[in-house]
T-cell receptor
Framework: SQELEQSPQSLIVQEGKNLTINCTSSKTLYGLYWYKQKYGEGLIFLMMLQKGGEEKSHEKITAKLDEKKQQSSLHITASQPSHAGIYLCGADMSSGSARQLTFGSGTQLTVLP | GAVVSQHPSRVICKSGTSVKIECRSLDFQATTMFWYRQFPKQSLMLMATSNEGSKATYEQGVEKDKFLINHASLTLSTLTVTSAHPEDSSFYIC????????????FGPGTRLTVT
């Protein structure tokens, strides 16, 4: 079973609608990263969360990490076609100095104009 | 933010040949670099962790003799796919980690390898 569960796998929304992507782990996370990727391209860093209950926002994207540091959500408000892409959560599950990331399976977001 | 480059962005090679992919941190020194592999419509899978001046640590199931990693300096890591086979065709992405409290990772743009 995957250490990091991401849902939904794909999402199609109408422009202007809000949406939420979830990332869940059975283990406590030392850090949770959200990335956006366009198919065949590199990853664009969105946000990093480390503290339980932490919430960060950038433009219309908000990410939260729950108090137990096992679940994170990414919320997009008033979606636009430019938000389309693959969203990946990556989690740091170790306390060592080298931060290896375990990735979720990704969420393919399509925003219809 | 920190910039990581990869070269080449695309490469096509014949079966049996070797191909080298470079990963460079352009404006910072990366004590650790990571190599990932991504199949179409799938997530990233960590292949190996590379620390400058030492041998890379490979994930289970990744052949170290097939995927040679060299991290000769704090700004350059290379991945060499030796004796490539069509099943090695994939998207390879590197990331570089800044030393510090957060150890944030910055990703390269990826290299599309096609083995014919």
């Amino acid at each position: 079973s995957q250490e990091l569960e991401q849902s939904p796998q794909s999402l199609i929304v109408q422009e202007g609608k809000n949406l939420t992507i979830n990332c869940t782990s059975s283990k406590t996370l030392y850090g949770l990263y959200w990335y956006k990727q366009k198919y065949g391209e590199g990853l664009i860093f969105l946000m990093m969360l480390q503290k339980g209950g932490e919430e960060k926002s950038h433009e219309k994207i908000t990410a939260k990490l729950d108090e137990k540091k096992q679940q994170s959500s990414l919320h997009i408000t008033a979606s636009q076609p430019s938000h389309a892409g693959i969203y990946l959560c990556g989690a740091d599950m170790s306390s060592g100095s080298a931060r290896q990331l375990t990735f979720g399976s990704g969420t393919q977001l399509t925003v219809l104009p | 933010g920190a910039v990581v480059s990869q070269h080449p962005s695309r490469v096509i090679c014949k079966s049996g040949t070797s191909v080298k992919i470079e990963c460079r941190s352009l404006d910072f020194q990366a004590t650790t670099m990571f190599w990932y592999r991504q199949f179409p419509k799938q997530s990233l899978m960590l292949m190996a962790t590379s620390n400058e001046g030492s041998k890379a640590t490979y994930e289970q199931g990744v052949e170290k003799d097939k995927f040679l990693i060299n991290h000769a300096s704090l700004t350059l890591s290379t991945l060499t796919v030796t004796s490539a086979h069509p099943e090695d065709s994939s998207f390879y992405i590197c990331s570089a980690s800044l030393a510090g409290v957060n150890y944030e990772q910055y990703f390269g743009p990826g290299t599309r390898l096609t083995v014919t």
